[in-house]
């Protein structure tokens, strides 16, 4: 979750990338739910922020984005994602949520870099 960046410490360099990613083309950003679930958890887990401040964050990340819920057709295609790609179901749902809001890129530093899904979603790894 590339979003963890922009409110950690640890890597100054990676908190810049994510910040020029958000400033280059804002309107086309899609988050799905399950971005927000994972980004909270960090939050709590870790201790990035105070409780209230990590509301506050993903409250104005719905009110500033485009937030897709996880559905049923979502369910179908990240399970079919999971089987074909062999990823986790949690980031098959991610996969399934950008290809449902046919999404070209999906930004992510945890899956195969450059991977081109079901002929029409591309995995950056912004980092590399």
Known sequence: NVWIYLYSKQSIEKSEIVRQLLASNPENLTLSTQILGELYNVFRRKKLVPLDQATKI????????????????????????????????????????????????????????????RDRLRIINPFI
């Open 58 to 117: 993903l409250q104005m990340m719905i009110d500033s984005f485009t937030v897709e819920p996880i559905d049923h057709p979502k369910v179908s295609i990240a399970l079919e994602i999971s089987s074909r790609y062999n990823y986790t179901y949690w980031d098959s749902m991610v996969i399934a949520t950008a290809i449902d809001c046919n999404c070209t890129v999906l930004y992510s530093e945890d899956m195969q870099h450059n991977i081109l899904i």
